[in-house]
């Protein structure tokens, strides 16, 4: 087998903490919305539970928390009119993502973006990392089930025509990585608030620094 043939098939990305250090930015946001709604006491496991999770289930939860009686469609719009004021400066690309995406992109190495943000905030996210690395995007408002079930993965798969078993997904978040395992793909967790342990077809890096191609040639074929 020729070092082209072990290539991954594709390379599916995470944005929120994986690409881009938005997270902060999305803490900061659910605490700010939850203390409008009622609830003064955002803790850690608070920020832990809604980590990678999609606005309708972080909205839901901060209803939950908060005992408000506003729909969730409006706290919602009140997320996402929150963290778009946030994110007006562009919120800065994580160490190694350029370089890493620049490196696939050299090998024709086919990549998508699988985000439980949705489309109304990616173009500043994209403008930032460079629109023209990604194949695919999903956004988070485009499947009927969000991170951690399968489907946004398999989407990019499908949208892809790969195999999602023989792709590579980069996630950050407990949820991110439960939806890429479950849809078959080999997983690199870079944790940043939450932690993440190694398993099987699970492997865990400090940043993005770590991962070169020929590294993933070596997990996806493990």
Partial sequence: MTAEQQLPQAVLFDMDGTLIDTEPLWIATEAEVAAELGCT????????????????M????????????????????????????????SPPVQPGAKELLSELDALGVPMALVTSTYRSLLGTALRGLG???????????????????????????????????????VEDSPAGVAAAQAAGCVVVAV???????????????????????????????S
């Fill in 131 to 169: 629109e023209h690395y990604f194949a695919a995007t999903v956004a988070g408002d485009e499947v009927s089930q969000a991170k951690p079930h399968p489907e946004p993965y398999l989407t990019a798969a499908r949208l892809l025509g790969v195999d999602p078993r023989r792709c590579v997904a």
């Fill in 58 to 89: 972080v909205a839901s939860y901060i209803a939950e928390r908060s005992g408000t009686s506003v729909p969730q469609s409006e706290i919602v719009t009140m997320l996402y009119t929150s963290v778009a004021r946030r994110m007006a400066d």
């Fill in 191 to 221: 944790p940043h608030v939450a932690p993440i342990e190694e398993a099987e077809r699970r492997y865990v890096v400090s940043s993005l620094t770590e991962i070169s191609v020929d590294w993933l040639r070596q997990v996806v074929n």
């Fill in 41 to 56: 006491t955002w803790t850690v496991e608070d920020q832990r539970r809604c980590l990678g999770s999609s606005a309708a």
